[in-house]
């Protein structure tokens, strides 16, 4: 019997569609990941010629005593590139969320497509509403944090470290309050339930201030405290819209 040469199978056009199907998403994601560092970078310079009123509303806060100083040569113009980098991303954002939309629509269904656009708007009122209540508490917390201040000690706040706590703090409660998108999401796929949800409230309340407490800096009694009791309050409202609404 002799053995006939074996010649290697053609690969069929499925392999070849799905080899250039990846190979077309990968190069679709690298050129919406461009659009939007670009839209983040024009929207940036835009924000550097804004960054003085911007810290300006940033420092109302602070009590008319308490001096703001500058320790270092380039101490401002790092303060001023940091407030313009939180100035685009946040102008870009409207680009931002439309590239997200543009490279995900077209693997959805139809009815999964009419839940991207709430989620989007949800997702971004929630952040402003978060920026609004950080703003408000951050008078309350420097406050209570300069309350301890010693006797004969005049507070003076390094402008670098007071646009670093109130800027992680707006961006803590932002971000903290996409919470309950994230959660609906995990519901609405099948990987979280409400019933698995409802028998583990003490475990979440638990998560939520032990969170609360690492995110927001420095203050674990207005901050936290206000932040844990927001999020716990947004969980039980999403629970109930996971109730009600079903997978």
């Given at each position: ?145 300069l309350g301890f201040s010693l006797p004969g000690v005049e507070p ?16 803590a409660f932002g971000l903290s309050l996409q919470f309950p998108v ?25 998560g939520i201030v032990m969170f609360a407490i690492v995110i927001t ?31």
């Amino acid at each position: 019997m002799s053995d006939a040469p074996t010649t290697p199978e053609p690969m069929s056009a499925s392999d070849d569609e799905a080899t250039m199907s990846l190979l077309e998403h990968l190069e679709e994601l690298r050129r919406r990941i461009i659009i939007v560092a670009f839209a983040i970078l024009v929207a940036a310079i835009g924000g550097f010629f804004v960054a003085e009123p911007i810290i300006a509303i940033l420092r109302a806060p602070l009590p008319d005593d308490v001096e703001v100083i500058q320790t270092g040569v380039a101490e401002a113009f790092g303060v001023t590139i940091q407030v313009a980098l939180m100035t685009g991303l946040a102008l870009a954002m409207p680009v931002i969320l439309f590239q997200v939309w543009a490279f995900v629509t077209p693997g959805l269904t139809r009815s999964e497509r009419r839940l991207v656009w709430p989620l989007l708007i949800a997702a971004i009122a929630l952040f402003v509403a978060g920026l609004g209540l950080g703003f408000l508490l951050i008078p309350v917390a420097v406050n209570f944090l300069l309350g301890f201040s010693l006797p004969g000690v005049e507070p003076m706040l390094r402008v670098a470290d007071y646009i670093g706590f109130v800027t992680t703090m707006l961006l803590a409660f932002g971000l903290s309050l996409q919470f309950p998108v994230v959660l609906y999401i995990l519901a609405r796929i099948g990987i979280l339930s409400y019933a698995f949800l409802s028998r583990r409230r003490r475990f979440v309340a638990l998560g939520i201030v032990m969170f609360a407490i690492v995110i927001t800096p420095g203050d674990i009694v207005i901050g936290s405290a206000t932040l844990a009791l927001v999020m716990y309050g947004l969980f039980e409202a999403t629970l109930q819209l996971i109730r009600i609404l079903g997978r």
